[in-house]
């Protein structure tokens, strides 16, 4: 009998178990306030599975998640924004105050709402194929790619901020209306947005647990612990990894567009160094060899932030930063690996004999 | 465009060269010598600040002495730092990098809640508040101090580094940790001390940025990704760190120069993420050195 | 309904499918504030940043309006019944500002919101409290180009902020200015009204340039104002990069006599801050100086300074313009009260009785301001201070008229702001512009 942790069955059961309960929250729940706030911490969960999956399972610590994140919250705010703009009025108030009389290009897509959600998602998936398609040809790996993407993030934010006509700069892009689809227009403050993101979380965890579990994720696994030795065996190291970078960055930039859907505004500060850094941390808490305990360190930290936040409004952050520090000095894969070791005690006492996994160096993921 | 005003940018980019190399310093010390990624070490450039600012107001020390001060003091929180966390993560590189991003936060608003966050004056010298002019150009006092100490400091360390006996045992443990350790060089106690200097070396360039400009809380988020950009360009190595700091210093100079300062923040940034696709390993790699 | 969708809920997938596919019941027009009761405190929001990089200012408007709502309280309340302030931190962090805009209009159910000191804050909390009809007072000087049906303003527009100041500097200095700005949207504008004022004043505008917000390099900048050789400069530069630009305008050996900064925004915490000496001989323009010399002012700065509340030690026009929206709530409250009953009062039911409300010399520290009943923003008279070795104002000149807020000044194409929204040159109103 080994580890339950790591039974896959196991594993299902619990992510649905998970999802079915967070899906009957607004049956009991009838409180606006709550159900937007619940569902702004599932776009912080998306957030962390994309993290978990490109850094637990691919071994690439991305600390610019921020730009997939921004661009795709851009283009939804794109989007937004010319619903509300008519044939009589087409050009945004903030470019006719930074005197453009007319529509820049790359803006006309944005007025069609299909065009501009396809955007949405795919220039930020496309961004993360082309920028980690050349970082990992030129085997660029480990700490300097996350200063790469650092870099990147920076130069992203800079240049949003300077492009005031275009951008709206500091100030960003505020949609005065919610997002119409199809011509029903999605209430921020309803169930119909919680459960939206909820199954867009819902499906990116499917499919990011898929990949974990298929022979593609099994080879990325294997890179993470030795690159060198999966390129040897004749695996195009650069393609698993530009793969798993992009699928990261495409959840990332789903988690854009909801955000944005949730709160009708976008600014550069989800590109903010800091905030790109959070998710890291968010990741690293709940465990980052663990989907959902990912996804449960972002809703714990965000959660306690929230509502610890106010009671200890002066020792917040040296409250998470002390934390943060505990696990990653003790607790190096997350409070998860805490449930691990408990499953795994117990898994052990019927059998005096060793672990099975107990010695064993490459870490089973979940 | 009259060649006067381009000279002027020209002398500009040497002292903006001077204050991101002075920024740079400590951090490719310590990444240099045992591979840690010091995400607070913007911190370190904050707590260079607020240690001059304690010891001007409280103690009245004049300004010059208030730099080797904060040097003393940042070295020592460095080191307690280095003995109570990093120690035990010098094989995970990754997680240095998280940990000391959890430091920051902990200094950070550890300053908050012993000096408030309202924006601490840093007094220098009635002298360093004038300018020289040189006819056809013209530079502040203030700049030409900051240069002299960034020269001065990597001065102190090259002798350090290649003119004595702890210098060769640094170097040493940074090419093969092992053998450096079996030739009986207590490699614990180097990276101890480079991890010290190089924080101490942030705070040098703290009590400078806080006459520059201002002492928050806040100041060194703004150093720490601009600081690592320069010692990645470099490829960790000091000569590498001081060519990186020039050319970008002079090129942010001359960009901001010829459109303006955000525009050619940006151009810096990309130019380094083109730079190093082609040159992973920075400008002057350091042969031997583990990665 | 609740059957139904539980049933549905059972896998997560088709629930959100369907929800998507359910029509909205949520949104509507209803007031979102509490119905009011006789007898029970009034709730307000405080929105503002107590902690991170926005709190040095916005603390101080935390205190100020804890300060007037203290008074109001002791003078008999609104509409007799004691106002309840509802404080929380927005942290500096944009996404705090929505968060907690939410949390006060839907959870708190408070009848106004006081908040924000930044344009890139505001935008960020505005669509919520457009959608839910509510009210926002927001308290600081800010670009115009806004016209919503659910925000009252009391600082300076930018057609108002710069009006006398440059005429006063070209007149006294010389023709040449050179402007610096924060790069974001309210140094432009500012520039841009400030460039009309120019034309009419006969100045010449020698250079143009915007750093970015919170650098604190400003070698290049100096550079070519150096090269440019204005004879004074017009700053809109803001929070810490206005400190360094000062400190470092001296060290690059600029003389204040010879070149002096004309600023909209560097007032009495700044100065402090930055230490006298790099302050000193230098113009802003404000409504407001703690040297203002009247009754009214010499009470609020005498009362407010030995108050709980006066901890930090000086008053500026940020936080007088903050002051003055606690009593443009009151006489709003109270009039929209008497039009519709106490228990009736909603957010908007305030926004659309403020118009014309005027706070009077008694009250207003500043003197005499009234609520434009088109915009709803204030008319007031902008006033011009030099810094002096101490780090006070001293006023050197004060506007004789009142000036009119208008938002659209610079941008006749758009239309003219009113009160149910902005009426464009097709004759076609449009509401919630922003």
Known sequence: ?366 | ?291 | MDFTRRRLLTTAAAASAAAVAMPNIMTSDKAYAAPLKKGEPIKVGLLFSLTGALAVPEEDSTLVLQYAFDEINKNGGVGGVPVEPVIVDAKSDFGVYSEKTKELILREKVTALFGCYTSASRKAILPTVMQRNHLLYYPTCYEGAECTQNTICTGPLANQHSQDLIPFMVEKFGKKVFFVGSNYVWPKESNKNAKIWLEKAGGELVGEEYIPLGSSEFGPVLGKIRDAKPDFIFSTVVGASDIAFHKQFKQEGFKVDSMPIASLTTGEIETRAMGAEFGAGHFLSAPYFQTLDNPTNQKFVENFLKSKYGKNGTTHYNMEETYLTAYVFKAGFEKAAAAVGFENVTPRAIRDNSGGIRVEDNISPEGLVWIDENNFNTWLKPKIGQCQADGTFKIVKAAAEHVKPDPYSIYPDAGTCTATGLKGPDGKLRTNVI
């Open chain 2, 1 to 291: 465009m009259d060649i006067g005003s381009l000279l002027n940018a020209l002398i500009l980019g040497v002292s903006i060269a001077s204050i991101w190399l002075i920024a740079a310093l400590g951090l490719t010390i310590i990444y240099g010598a045992a591979g840690v990624i010091n995400m607070a070490h913007g911190e370190f450039i904050m707590l260079g600040a607020y240690s001059s600012y304690m010891l001007q107001y409280y103690f009245g020390l004049p300004y010059l002495l208030c730099i080797p001060a904060s040097f003393v003091i940042v070295a020592a929180v460095g080191l307690v730092l280095e003995r109570g966390l990093i120690q035990y993560l010098y094989n995970r590189p990754l997680d240095t990098l998280l940990a000391t991003y959890g430091v920051s936060l902990v200094l950070m608003q550890g300053v908050r809640l012993i000096f408030g966050s309202d924006p601490k004056y840093l007094a220098a010298p009635a002298l360093f508040s004038s300018n020289i002019s040189l006819g056809f150009a013209s530079v502040s006092t203030f700049r030409v101090v900051i240069l002299l100490v960034t020269a001065l400091c990597v001065l102190g360390i090259w002798l350090l580094f290649y003119k004595t006996r702890f210098g060769v045992q640094v170097r040493a443990v940074m090419q093969n940790k092992e053998m450096a350790a079996s030739f009986g060089i207590n490699s614990s106690r180097i990276y101890m001390m480079t991890f010290a200097l190089g924080a101490g070396l942030a705070g040098v360039a703290g009590s400078l940025f806080g006459v520059l400009a201002i002492v928050l809380p806040t100041m060194g988020a703004s150093y720490v990704v601009q600081a690592f950009l320069m010692v990645v360009t470099g490829g960790g190595s000091l000569a590498g760190t001081v060519v990186a700091s020039g050319v970008t210093g002079q090129l942010q100079s001359v960009f901001a120069f010829f459109s303006n300062d955000t525009f050619a923040r940006f151009l810096i940034f990309v130019l380094i993420v083109v730079f190093l696709r082609f040159r992973p390993q920075g400008l002057f790699a350091q042969a031997g050195a583990r990665r």
């Open chain 1, 1 to 366: 009998m080994g580890n339950l942790y790591h039974n896959k069955t196991a594993q299902w059961l619990v992510y649905a178990a998970f999802f079915i309960g967070l899906a009957l929250i607004p049956s009991f729940v009838d409180d606006a306030f709550l159900l937007n706030q619940l569902a702004t911490y599932g776009v912080y969960g998306m957030l962390a599975l994309s993290i978990s999956l490109c850094w637990g399972f691919g071994g690439i610590l991305n600390l610019g998640q921020g730009i997939a994140f921004g661009l795709g919250a851009y283009g939804m705010a794109m989007t937004m924004q010319m619903q509300s703009q008519s044939e009589s009025n087409p050009i945004p108030p903030f470019m006719l105050n930074n005197s453009l009389d007319a529509l820049p290009w790359f803006w006309e897509p944005f007025s069609n709402t299909a065009a501009g959600l396809f955007l949405a998602i795919a220039v930020p998936t496309l961004f993360c194929a082309i920028f980690g398609g050349i970082m990992f040809r030129a085997r660029v790996s480990g700490p300097f790619f996350a200063i790469m993407t650092l870099a990147m993030l920076s130069a992203f934010y800079t240049i949003i901020l300077d492009r005031q006509p275009y951008t709206g700069g500091v100030n960003g892009i505020t949609p005065p209306s919610a997002l119409q689809i199809a011509g029903v227009e999605i209430d921020p403050y309803s169930s119909t947005a919680y459960l939206t993101v909820l199954g867009i979380l819902v499906v990116a965890t499917v499919v990011a647990k898929l990949i974990t579990q298929s022979s593609f994720g099994l080879v990325t696994q294997a890179i993470r612990d030795d690159a060198e030795r999966v390129r040897f065996l004749g695996y195009s190291v650069a393609g698993y990894e530009t793969m798993i970078y992009t699928v990261s960055g495409m959840i990332a930039a789903f988690a854009g567009c909801c955000l944005v859907m949730l709160v009708q505004y976008v600014s550069p500060a989800q590109m903010d160094v800091s905030f790109s850094l959070s998710m890291v941390i968010w990741a690293a808490i709940g465990g980052r060899l663990s989907l959902l305990g990912s996804m449960c360190g972002a809703f714990l930290i965000m959660g306690a932030q929230s509502y610890l936040g106010d009671t200890f409004l002066a020792t917040w952050l040296l409250i998470l930063g002390g934390f943060f520090i505990i696990v990653v000095r003790f607790l190096p894969n997350g409070l998860a690996s805490l449930l691990e070791s408990a499953l795994g005690l117990l898994a052990s006492k019927p059998k005096t004999s060793a672990e099975p996994n107990g010695d064993a160096k490459p870490v089973p993921a979940e």
